[in-house]
């Protein structure tokens, strides 16, 4: 039956006031809970933990207020605030209240103001974090720097500026689908080499290799088929749309990059049957006809990359063009691996090993289904993630991130994972099928739990459950229901295996941060931080599993996603093969003209600040060089500060405020002021660096002002102090400098410290004597000087700045030489190009006159003679009849005649012009002088 809708309402309204009465008798404060793993937290034991290992903490009966309540929470915590889904949430209440608003993925993903919530630790200003660790089988790129760079910043934030006390936790993933398949690809990969490399074997391994690509080839070809065939209907939902439309432009680059193995892995194949030197000059007209140079003393492959940079940075190159010269280079990069390891020096690679090289994830993939059952030693997949941990570790400290207070492993926690599945199954949410564990989330949400708090509202696709249970899962028939996943794996032969009472298995993805967080940090978190892409089902997982083994309703209080990483409009991606690893960022790149260029851990991080955390961004040109300008102008700033600071405050005279003094301490407080909101409100960093941009400008235009006012001098270091002061909170400033980015320098002994500046005095005071002494004309002082400001200072790690006033003396500043060097560097190269721009319109414009002398130089009376359209001419070898003998018609004798009028002009002037040389001399100088331009701007290239 159906009732009226004001029925509805009333008992609806009841219901809401019934449990503002349960709440009001709920004490708010948190406190018992809150301590981690050391909890004092009391707990009825023998209805909760009854099977389970003491390995796991003990969890008390409430839900995350520190009160105690029934088992079954679940009519009490529906009533909570509410989220963004039909999941409640609520507010904790007994830690301190700063004034910080947060985008929370529990209850908004929007990250508007209108759906921040205040942050409030469980416990005073204690904050448990725990943020997930890599997965460690590869590198890590741009996309993870994303991530820990984000919350690195995060937690300074928390410690530095909010003053809270956080215990950090990460962990490692060191067993994983993936980490299992790239270990057991790479063990098979090195066998396959060894077993094939002469004669037959390798003529048969290259057949098989041929086979693995063309196989993926057909693959990818034909799913994009499929896609254009069976169009999504007008009516589908907007995220099925944009998922599919993400997954065919996957599905094109990942096809484009198995065509590209196609053409290394026959590149090689023809090398080696007729010579990697003599196939490499067959490239050479490919490589001419893209803009590469003909000829050097370089390898093609260096000629190559070198065109491939100088292409990048051409802003009107096309992106078909450059997608060119970079598949060029990657062909000739595998051909050159016969020569030399890659063509860039070292051994060179057997045939079968650079046949592999040439497609080596195909041919991973043949061999891991063909015989990654057969690996089985341990030592080979803990090896792999060792190796790869270490880099992740190295390159956190590369990237100035400060360390975990807690670092744990996967691998190190097996008998505390077991116990905490068992937990689970004990509780009747979790069931055993053929050798895994799986949470039941029908049982889960008869118990009066939510599935999917961070991403409600949305049915599960099979990509999405295919992403969440791994690579190496199997059909799913052995689940109650598709959606149920894995706490536990049945291992298959080939996967690392521990005893379990389920049979030889390891851990499913998801169910190692649940157990090792708690075990670090207790039954209860305030905040979990990850990636975006880990929101669903990897967090959604998380929290099931969590809850389903405490028995409450809130595992973590916040939660924070940090925004991803596009890379041409794709996630940056390992899968999609369109990453830069943070190594390759931070290395030094040599440019077309021979200089020297590199992106720092401080620009990186400054890229990462003028963003929103929790937005996705572009890695580009323009992000990193705004961040490149911001870091530029923060140096000037500081450096001007510290010339200002050199002098003697008491040379001042009165140290008085005056009115403009007040200005500027006025304009420090609305900074400060900036600051603090920009920060209250969800981080804002790049609100945060628009206010100190603000200040420091204004500092900045009163030293370069034309006028007698000089700021106080102690306001001046109080605000150069603040400005620095912020800067070391978000981890750009590091030591303890007062003010400015640090000067790095050991010490030594006198001698060693003053013998460089000394030097630099000596020799320009003897290029001074010099020219004295030989009456030198005053542009050579000039020249000393410039040499002085940027070559010696350079070295010296000294920018000395010249002054635009009469009277005003030159101002100083420390810098990091190779910074100095790259600024100058630039400088000249964008000088060269600009010279070079020059040259092309004057060639340009030689060729014009070129063109028009060459229609001038013959004598204007035998402009018509060779015209067979004529038979008779006057004296002045005029037209006067046809070839019919029929006389020139009037008209056309007006015709030619203005036609000869303009001939004889232009002879004239060139007449004129070659000044007795002879038309044919003065033809050849022109052609002479555009020769000369061209050879310039060749020794430019």
């Not at 009472?501 to 090792?516: K, T, V």
């Not at 407080?669 to 960093?685: G, Q, S």
């Not at 010099?770 to 040499?787: E, G, I, V, W």
Request: glycine share 8%; proline share 4%; aromatic share 6%.
């Amino acid at each position: 039956m159906l009732f009226p809708e004001s029925v509805i309402l009333g008992a609806l309204q009841w219901c809401a006031d019934q449990v503002l009465v349960n709440l009001q008798q709920v004490d708010s404060v948190m406190a018992d809970t809150h301590d981690g793993a050391d909890s004092t937290a009391t707990v009825s034991t023998e209805s909760l933990m009854t099977s389970t290992s003491s390995l796991l903490p003990a969890c008390p009966k409430i839900d995350i207020n520190g009160v105690s309540l029934p088992e079954n929470i679940g009519g009490v915590a529906d009533a909570m605030l509410p989220a963004k889904s039909n999941a409640p949430w609520h507010q904790p209440t007994g830690g301190v209240d700063v004034g910080l608003r947060v985008n929370n993925t529990l209850t908004s993903s929007s990250g508007k103001k209108e759906s921040l919530v205040p942050f409030v630790p469980a416990k005073g200003k204690k904050v448990l974090w725990y943020t997930c660790g890599p997965t460690v089988y590869d590198s890590c790129h741009m996309g993870h720097a994303r991530a820990y760079l984000t919350f690195d910043i995060l937690r300074r934030i928390m410690e530095d500026y909010f003053g809270y006390e956080v215990l950090y936790h990460v962990n490692i993933t060191d067993v994983d689908d993936k980490i299992i398949k790239r270990a057991r690809r790479n063990k098979l990969i090195g066998d396959f080499v060894s077993e094939n490399k002469d004669g037959a074997a390798f003529d048969k391994a290259s057949e098989r290799i041929i086979g693995a690509v063309e196989a993926r080839v057909h693959k990818l070809s034909k799913k994009l088929a499929k896609f254009e065939s069976e169009p999504l209907p007008a009516e589908t939902p907007k995220r099925a749309k944009e998922e599919r439309e993400t997954e065919t432009q996957e599905s094109k680059l990942k096809l484009r990059q198995a065509k590209l193995s196609s053409r290394r892995l026959q590149a090689v194949l023809d090398a080696v049957r007729g010579g990697a030197d003599k196939f490499l000059e067959t490239l050479q007209a490919d490589a001419v006809a893209l803009g590469a140079e003909t000829s050097g003393s370089t390898s093609l492959l260096a000629r190559l990359e070198t065109l491939a940079v100088k292409t990048n940075l051409t802003e009107d190159a096309s992106a078909e063009k450059k997608q060119q010269i970079d598949d060029l280079v990657s062909v000739v990069g595998a051909v050159s691996r016969l020569t030399t390891a890659g063509g860039n020096g070292g051994a060179a690679l057997s045939p079968i090993a650079a046949a592999v090289e040439a497609a080596r994830d195909e041919v991973g993939d043949m061999l891991d289904a063909e015989l990654g059952s057969s690996v089985t030693d341990h030592n080979i997949f803990n090896a792999h993630a060792r190796k790869f941990e270490r880099e992740y570790m190295e390159d956190m400290e590369a990237l100035g991130v400060r360390p975990p207070d807690v670092l744990t492993r996967v691998t190190e926690y097996i008998d505390h994972i077991k116990a905490f599945v068992q937990q689970i199954v004990d509780r009747g949410l979790a069931y055993a099928s053929n050798g895994s564990v799986y949470l039941s989330l029908e049982e889960f949400k008869k118990a009066g739990h939510h599935y999917r708090k961070l991403d409600p509202g949305k049915d599960v696709s099979d990509k999405e459950m295919a992403e969440g249970e791994g690579d190496l899962a199997g059909d799913g028939s052995e689940k109650r229901h598709p959606h149920d996943f894995a706490l536990w794996k049945g291992s298959k032969p080939g996967e690392p295996a521990w005893e379990s009472p389920w049979g030889l298995g390891r851990p499913g993805w998801h169910i190692e941060c649940s157990a090792i967080a708690s075990d670090i940090l207790g039954p209860y978190m305030d905040v979990h931080a990850g990636g975006i892409d880990l929101k669903f089902p990897h967090h959604d997982n998380e929290l099931a599993q969590s809850e389903a083994c405490f028995g409450h309703h809130q595992w973590v209080s916040y939660f924070f996603h940090a925004g991803h990483l596009h890379i041409q409009g794709l996630k940056m991606s390992k899968s999609l093969k369109n990453f830069i690893t943070i190594r390759q960022a931070l290395s030094k790149h040599t440019l077309p003209d021979g200089s020297v260029t590199q992106t720092t851990a401080r620009q990186l991080r400054l890229m990462f600040l003028l963003q929103a955390w929790d937005r996705p961004m572009d890695y580009s040109d323009q992000a990193l060089g705004d961040a490149k300008s911001k870091e530029k102008k923060l140096k000037n700033f500081f450096g001007a500060v510290k010339d200002y600071l050199r002098q003697d405050y008491a040379s001042f005279g009165a140290v008085g405020w005056v009115p403009r003094d007040r200005e500027l301490h006025a304009l420090l407080e609305e900074t400060k002021t900036a600051v603090h909101t920009a920060l209250c409100d969800n981080f804002n960093t790049k609100d945060a660096l628009g206010a100190l941009d603000s200040l420091t400008g204004y500092v900045l235009q009163i030293f370069e002002a034309k006028d007698d006012y000089k700021p106080a001098f102690f306001l001046v270091n109080k605000a150069a102090v603040y400005v620095t002061t912020i800067l070391r909170v978000f981890g750009v400033v590091d030591g303890t400098d007062a003010i400015g980015f640090p000067q790095t320098g050991g010490g030594g002994d006198k001698e060693t410290m003053v013998g460089p500046y000394v030097d630099t005095l000596v020799n320009f005071r003897d290029t001074v004597r010099s020219a004295a002494r030989d009456k030198a004309k005053p542009r050579a002082f000039l020249t000393a000087c410039d040499q002085v400001r940027d070559e010696s200072m350079i070295d010296l790690g000294i920018r000395l700045e010249d002054s635009k006033q009469e009277g005003v003396p030159s101002r100083w500043k420390l810098d990091d030489p190779a910074v100095l060097r790259q600024e100058i560097d630039d400088k000249k190269r964008q000088e060269r190009e600009k010279e070079r721009k020059k040259l092309e319109n004057k060639i340009k414009k030689k060729a014009a006159e070129i063109e028009k002398a060459e229609g001038a130089v013959l004598d204007p009376k035998k402009l018509f003679l060779s015209d067979a359209v004529f038979s008779e001419f006057n004296a002045e070898g005029f037209p006067t009849k046809l070839a019919s003998g029929e006389d020139l018609p009037k008209s056309k004798a007006k015709q030619l005649q203005k036609k000869l009028t303009v001939h004889t002009k232009e002879h004239d002037k060139l007449v004129k012009a070659a000044a007795g040389r002879g038309l044919l001399k003065h033809l050849q100088s022109l052609r002479d002088e555009m020769a000369a331009m061209q050879a310039q701007i060749d020794a430019m290239n």
